[in-house]
């Protein structure tokens, strides 16, 4: 696939202005050189052109957001002045597997001031005796080269740049502390709970006060209805009593009678 066609398939009908990364690796370039890439895509920031044949980087357009760039496996010997030219803000570059030979063909790269990283695996010039010493002298704006500081400090990879960024958002946020309002929310409701707490025992306390009130009104109740019962009894032994003596007074009095007439 020629990296014309690749370019519109990576498009997926956007316009050039929107994109911010773009991969265009294992294309074709047509005589080695940069096709269908142009001066629109001024938001790009990640652009990979890895095994593409290319040559020469003659016609990359202006890319002044551009902060890595992938040239790994390609033909590439020299030119790189474009560079600084078309990329001023790089600060990742990878030439691996290109056909650098020499420092000179990397003296263009002094121009680009903020690069941080440079990859040159698989490159002759990492043959050279000295060969990291001599880089990081002549190229002294680099941190890390192929993959190493000067000191033998592994790069971290773009992922835990990103995790570290994100750490130290979460840190401010922390040290920012709740928005404003937060805490007297806060307050609000643990005074509300206060309340309830409050009001709940009261109304236990009532219900308990009923309850006892209620069982004190139901004895009084039964022994009321005791006493009335025992008061019953009372009346009714003492209308058998009488009813009693009234008979043997009747009976009295018919022998009384009886005498007299005797």
């Not at 773009?22 to 096709?35: A, K, Q, S, Y």
């Not at 590439?76 to 063909?105: F, Q, Y």
């Not at 979460?170 to 929310?185: I, M, N, S, T």
Request: glycine share 6%; with cysteine; charged share 45%.
């Amino acid at each position: 696939m020629e990296m014309k066609t690749k370019i519109n398939q990576e498009l997926r009908n956007r316009a050039p202005e929107e994109l911010t990364q773009l991969i265009l690796d294992n294309c074709h370039c047509v005589n080695g050189e940069i096709e269908g890439l142009n001066d629109t895509f001024k938001k790009l920031e990640f652009l990979s052109m890895i095994n593409v044949e290319l040559s020469s980087l003659a016609r990359l357009p202006n890319l002044n957001k551009l902060r890595k760039l992938e040239l790994s496996n390609n033909k590439i010997s020299g030119g790189l002045e474009v560079l600084a030219e078309k990329c001023p803000n790089l600060t990742h570059l990878n030439l691996s597997g290109n056909k650098i030979k020499d420092l000179s063909a990397l003296e263009a790269l002094q121009n680009l001031k903020n690069l941080k990283s440079l990859d040159l695996f698989n490159c002759e010039i990492t043959n050279l005796e000295d060969y990291r010493e001599s880089i990081f002298e002549l190229l002294q704006q680099i941190t890390y080269l192929d993959g190493f500081d000067q000191e033998d400090n592994e790069a971290p990879d773009s992922g835990a740049e990103d995790d570290e960024d994100g750490d130290e958002d979460d840190e401010e946020e922390d040290e920012a502390g709740p928005p404003e309002g937060y805490e007297e929310e806060e307050e609000e409701e643990e005074e509300d709970d206060e309340a309830g707490s409050e009001l709940g025992e009261g109304e236990e306390e009532v219900g308990l006060s009923y309850l006892m009130r209620e069982e004190i009104q139901d004895e009084e109740d039964d022994d009321d209805y005791v006493e009335g019962e025992e008061e019953e009894e009372e009346d009714e032994e003492e209308e058998e009593e009488e009813g009693l003596r009234g008979e043997k007074r009747k009976r009295d009095a018919e022998d009384d009678g009886e005498e007299e007439d005797d």
